[in-house]
């Protein structure tokens, strides 16, 4: 990988919804043409990483064939109280997305804080999501990322001693391309392919170090 940052690009839902969305969800939906613009602007990018989050329908029937189009790849983060629901992934779903060579990650069981959960509520997230999710795809599933962006010191301590390897956060900086926990950027409605191009550039042009204060601030709490 050419320089020493990286740039975690995250969607979450491309096109129309087809299942009820929760508060504030509607947010995070992009309109295929945004989409596309995206992809074309990060091929032949190797400081770029992709990846979708709650495992919406839309990932597969709008999602990967962008990606294939353009030789590109993403790491898919699943919710597995929602495989097979409407408007979500389902098992076939995942497995054609395993089969296509992308990469499957774990974002819960519930898309609910693992910063507010008890201690039963954060094993069901953390390990039987992982479990299941890997059942689906027949293989192991050992990166995570965290609802809502919602973080602290028990959870990341949790997820250390379960062996996830990578941890993908929502917190709007550039990363290590080697470093544990990943922060990303996720994709607004209101974002297009000129935003994106202007986040891309040099990361003297982020605010880096106030982003790094926070990511900080949220691991100690």
């Not at 060579?101 to 992982?130: C, F, K, N, P, Q």
Request: glycine share 10%; charged share 25%.
């Amino acid at each position: 990988m050419s320089g020493r940052v990286l740039y975690n690009l995250c969607f979450h839902g491309i096109g129309t919804p087809e299942r009820p969305l929760e508060p504030g969800e509607a947010d995070y939906w992009i309109t295929p043409r945004t989409y596309a613009d995206v992809l074309d602007l990060v091929v032949g990018r190797d400081d770029v990483r992709l990846s979708f989050d709650d495992g919406n329908r839309s990932d597969v029937a709008i999602g990967l064939p962008g990606l294939l189009e353009r030789g590109l790849s993403a790491e898919f983060f699943v919710l597995a109280g929602r495989i097979d629901e409407p408007g979500s992934l389902s098992a076939a779903d995942m497995r054609a997305l395993a089969a296509a060579g992308m990469r499957i990650g774990s974002h819960g069981w519930d898309h609910v804080s693992w910063r507010d959960a008890t201690d039963a509520g954060l094993e069901d997230e953390l390990v039987a999501a992982r479990r299941a999710i890997g059942e689906v795809v027949d293989r192991p599933v050992d990166t995570a990322a965290c609802p809502l962006g919602l973080y602290d010191r028990r959870v990341l301590g949790a997820l250390r001693r379960l062996g996830y390897t990578r941890v993908m956060t929502s917190d709007r900086a550039v990363a290590r391309p080697d470093a544990w926990m990943q922060p990303r950027f996720s994709l607004r409605a209101g974002d297009d392919a000129a935003y994106v191009a202007e986040l891309l550039r040099p990361p003297g042009r982020i605010p880096t170090w106030s982003a790094n204060s926070r990511i900080l601030a949220k691991s100690l709490r």
